[in-house]
């Protein structure tokens, strides 16, 4: 099987090879640029590639433009890879590459995504008298931390591992980590 590219990845989230071309060879984004571009930066380089204008060249002759089609589902995604790079490079210190660009995993992104948005900062330090209520806390820790996030925006579960030292990226598995 031949290597996933930037241009095969973008045409696996719905982009035409000649949309794909355009964003890489017009546009010039890399996967490395996504970072640094805001939503918005993205719906205007779909615009640019949708927009007719200029000239193309077609067998020998030179042509008008048409623009190159693009669909609001390959926008959308292109707007959850750049939340992908984003999540990738500065919240769980992990390299992307082209090959994990899937629809799969942008489903998972687009729900991150979500509880990114749901994430409320806690106004006030609870204390916890009851030992009940301490009780069925520590038994069920992992259900409690799961809808709080780390100042990396990072679901707290990820704290509770079985192994203390971290593990390479190389055999890190990108899902199923085995949680207490």
Request: charged share 20%; aromatic share 6%.
């Amino acid at each position: 099987m031949p290597p996933v590219t930037w241009t095969t990845a973008l045409q696996t989230i719905g982009f035409s090879l000649a949309a794909a071309n355009a964003i890489i060879t017009d546009q010039g984004v890399t996967l490395d640029d996504m970072s640094s571009l805001e939503e918005r930066d993205i719906t205007i380089i779909c615009q640019a590639i949708r927009r007719p204008g200029g000239e193309i060249t077609r067998g020998s002759r030179r042509v008008p433009n048409p623009g190159t089609n693009v669909n609001a589902l390959a926008e959308k995604r292109l707007k959850l890879v750049r939340f992908m790079v984003e999540h990738f490079t500065f919240g769980i210190n992990r390299t992307l590459t082209p090959a994990m660009i899937t629809i799969v995993a942008l489903n998972e992104m687009a729900q991150l995504q979500t509880i990114f948005a749901s994430y409320k900062e806690p106004n006030e330090n609870s204390s916890i008298e009851d030992h009940e209520t301490m009780c069925k806390f520590l038994t069920s820790v992992g259900d409690t931390l799961t809808p709080f996030l780390g100042c990396k925006k990072v679901p707290l579960t990820y704290l509770l591992r079985t192994n203390v030292e971290p593990i390479l990226e190389v055999n890190d598995p990108r899902t199923n980590y085995a949680n207490r």
